[in-house]
Structure formats: C-alpha cells, structure tokens
C-alpha cells in the first residue's frame, strides 16, 4: 500500500462524520442511501432516509406498498424518480443480488450506486466513483477533464489490497465531500496535500463541465373548488405526483377557457431542477369544480412552493399549509 493510501484511510478513521448510515450492511439500507445521495446533499438526506426506512424498513414492506404510498413517503426529497425506481426494483427482486453486474441490471442503478452497494454491502472489489471522487482524483493526479471511462479504470486500479473495498470507497468519497471541496477547498487540512499534484491550482483539476441552465417561464394555475384544489396527475419529471396545472405562458387563454374562470396573479417561485431553472408565475381563481385537499397526495417540491405562494386563495376554503412550511 502506497503512503497516500495509508494517509487518507488514517484521516478517514479519525475523521468519518457520524451518518446514520455509516457502517451499515443491510444491502437495503445501503441501497435507500445511496439512491438518495444521488441528488440531495447529506444533510437533507438523513430526515428523508430515516422517515423511509420507518415505513419501509424492508424490501418486502416496499414491495407491499403501491406506488402512490411510496410517493408520499418520499415527498419533499425531491427527483421522484429515484422512488419509483426503488419501488418497480422491489417488485423485480426477493433480495438484492450481490454482485456489480447483477446490480447494474436493476432499475435506476447506475455504475456509481451499483458499485456502492457491491462494495460496501458484500465486500466486491469494485471502484464507486461519484462526483467527489472524480475531484479528489482529477486533483491528486492532475487531470483536466477525464473520461468516465478512464477514471473508472484508474479508480479501480487504485483499489488497495487487503482493505474493506467499502471502506476505501468511501474514504475517498468523505474526503471529497469535506475537504476536496468543489470550490475553496480546504487544502491545508487535507491529508494528501504532500502527494497532490494538483496543489495550488485546483480551479483546473477538474475542468468545469457545466453551463448555468436557461430559465424557462411557466404558469401554474391553482383552481380553489368547493372541497379544495384542483389537481391533475402529473407526467414526465413528476410523473405519478399531483399538482395543479403547469403550462407556459401562452396557454393562459385556453386553459382559463377550459375551466370557465379568469385568474389573478398570486405571485412568483423560482425552482431549479437538474437542467432547466423555472421561473413560475402563480395565478389563482375560484372554480366551480369540486377539489380535493391538496396535502392528501404526493406533490413535487415544485408544487408545494405553488401552494403556498397561493395561501392566502387557499386560507378562503380552510386549505392550511404543511406543519413544516
């Protein structure tokens, strides 16, 4: 094992934040983790693992649950995808297999989650790169812009023997995650400062792969009946959640024709998805329609941002906001 290795693994033993999911070797629990680790950052991860592992606590409880439930658990994380990804896997498998390949195979697993779990629920020699380590790798070995690919492989090859794969995995994702910081990184404390080659000039390494998303204009259209809001089962990035009406400006007319109402504007929301920036105008109106209570299904970040921007409409049919809100 080389110097730099015995260093990071040092660091990580004194150093490894306390996570609820640390040390875990449920393949499950691991699972639910990583899955949620794809697109939320740590500390908004842990509220939302916990309150799924409550409910959820197995493979079979999942798999008993219908999607709707599953859903609703999972509101507030945000990317819905993820939960319904986890949701078709449990009807697929009776217990998470344990090899890389075989994970790969299931739905919503890519080469990073699929490694995580083989790696640290069953101890495959397998190299788990993720966004943190393809920083702390591109800097200690002073690449620009790596191919997938090629840092795969290098990661692999890294892999030291005689060492829990898991355990390594996951040195180099905390050492990424609290010190090889994307910006400002945090160099003086870094254990491998003395073997960094990319010291001193880490806005390089790696060269940025990103451009500021385009903001796109939307209008959501809250339409308060007599038992409560109109909602319509949403489709693509929020398929199988509710919301109220989502469409672009233009379609203002129709839509108002459509429900035999003229709206007001409410306000304004800002939300920002992966790729797209949305900028929502809020427009809200009484309608002649039934309703429901909107807090009874499963709503996308997004829509519940709307509502409440909406409050004061809602607050006329006795329609309150979340606890948390």
Known sequence: MEAWQKALLAWYRENARPLPWRGEKDPYWILVS??????????????????????????????????????????????????????????????????????????????????????????????????????????????????????????????????DPGVWNQALMELGAVVCLPKNPRCPECPLAAFCRGKGDWGRYPLPRKRRAPEERLVALVLLGRKGVHLERLQGRFQGLYGVPLFPPEELPRREAVFGVRSSSLGEVRHALTHRRLLVEVRGALWLGEGEDPWKRPLPKLMEKVLRKALPLLAHAGVVPLPDA
């Open 34 to 163: 990583e899955v949620l680790l794809q697109q939320t950052r740590v500390e908004q991860a842990i509220p939302y693992y916990r309150r799924f592992l409550e409910r959820f606590p197995a493979l079979e409880a999942l798999r008993a649950a219908s999607l709707e439930e599953v859903l609703r658990v999972w509101q507030g994380a945000g990317y819905y995808r993820r939960a319904e990804h986890l949701h078709r896997l449990s009807q697929q498998v009776v217990a998470l297999p344990s090899s890389y390949r075989e994970l790969l195979r299931l739905p919503g697993l890519g080469p990073y989650t699929a490694a995580a779990v083989a790696s640290i629920a069953f101890g495959e020699r397998v190299a788990a790169v993720d966004g943190n380590v393809r920083r702390v790798l591109s800097r200690l070995f002073a690449r620009e812009s790596p191919k997938e690919k090629e840092l795969f492989a290098l990661a692999q090859g890294l892999l030291p023997e005689g060492v």
